[in-house]
T-cell receptor
Framework: DGGITQSPKYLFRKEGQNVTLSCEQN?????MYWYRQDPGQGLRLIYYSQIVNDFQKGDIAEGYSVSREKKESFPLTVTSAQKNPTAFYLCASRTGSSGNTIYFGEGSWLTVV | AQKITQTQPGMFVQEKEAVTLDCTYDTSDQSYGLFWYKQPSSGEMIFLIY??????QNATEGRYSLNFQKARKSANLVISASQLGDSAMYFC?????????????FGSGTRLQVQP
């Protein structure tokens, strides 16, 4: 089945460690996105990529890094510089046509212990 | 920059009744789109309905319809015949900088609880 796969679903990180969240899509979508959601809040854009080997910062990029070496993959690294990384992270993708829906993965819960 | 405002943090509705979730937006673009998503407690984001700013008719998808008032810059979601499974967070969103492959800007959401 086509879709967006995020892994792991749950992740615990010790302070000072970097962690990488995986996002893979087999929808042949050009654009991919990472959002952060804090409890009871809306989604905030971290990074997005509209084409392979290119990506742009969103509203809250500090402490995060991404890469887009393949069309299907857009991993997000939460670095030790991110002071409050405990949150729900959602990956999404979209085709290039205007008006097309953005589809989301099932999300990853990151907790700092 | 685009801005989405959802002024209802929480709403209650009786099963089988209709409910309207409010969304207002601000944009300087002439052409834009508006999306509604549902987020159950599991966390996944489920696409519900899309309205283009130049669409002549309000969008409908099954029990979901969009009350789009362009002059008022509002795009309210109407859910008819509410079901217990409709209990979830609902988010209004629009693309940053028009349509195309731009990322979405989201409102703060409305938590809907359907009561039996």
């Amino acid at each position: 089945d086509g879709g967006i796969t995020q892994s792991p679903k749950y992740l615990f990180r010790k302070e000072g460690q970097n962690v990488t969240l995986s996002c893979e899509q087999n929808l042949n979508h050009d654009a991919m996105y990472w959002y952060r959601q804090d409890p009871g809040q809306g989604l905030r854009l971290i990074y997005y990529s509209q084409i392979v080997n290119d990506f742009q910062k969103g509203d809250i990029a500090e402490g995060y890094s991404v890469s887009r070496e393949k069309k299907e993959s857009f991993p997000l690294t939460v670095t030790s510089a991110q002071k409050n990384p405990t949150a729900f992270y959602l990956c999404a993708s979209r085709t290039g046509s205007s008006g097309n829906t953005i589809y989301f993965g099932e999300g990853s819960w990151l907790t700092v212990v | 920059a685009q801005k989405i405002t959802q002024t209802q943090p929480g709403m209650f509705v009786q099963e089988k009744e209709a409910v309207t979730l409010d969304c207002t937006y601000d944009t300087s673009d002439q052409s834009y789109g508006l999306f509604w998503y549902k987020q159950p407690s599991s966390g996944e984001m489920i696409f519900l309905i899309y309205q283009g700013s130049y669409d002549e008719q309000n969008a409908t998808e099954g029990r979901y319809s969009l009350n789009f008032q362009k002059a008022r810059k509002s795009a309210n979601l109407v859910i008819s015949a509410s079901q217990l499974g409709d209990s979830a967070m609902y988010f209004c969103a629009m693309p940053r900088g028009g349509t195309g492959r731009r990322a979405l800007t989201f409102g703060s959401g409305t938590r809907l609880q359907v009561q039996p």
